[in-house]
């Protein structure tokens, strides 16, 4: 019997702009803590801990959150 096709988690793409002056394209939300009355809000916190991981592993201190916009198609 054929098996059923897996859920697929939607992921929302976002630009973030740094109070550095850097930018990242592209970057992955789930797109299920989207939306409500915080709207993309959800988004830089689930940015910000993903920039936490990523400067705990690197050992560089991560750049502070300036703005951050969905990424056009």
Do not use: C
């Not at 897996?6 to 803590?33: C, H």
Request: no cysteine; proline share 7%.
């Amino acid at each position: 019997m054929a098996k059923k096709p897996a859920a697929r988690s939607e992921v929302v793409l976002f630009d973030v702009f740094y109070e550095d002056g850097t930018q990242r394209s592209n970057r992955r939300v789930p797109g299920e803590i989207l939306g409500g009355l915080d709207g993309d809000e959800p988004a830089r916190t689930e940015i910000e801990a993903q920039d936490r991981l990523i400067a705990e592993k690197s050992g560089i201190p991560a750049p502070a959150i300036d703005s951050l916009r969905r990424s056009k198609k």
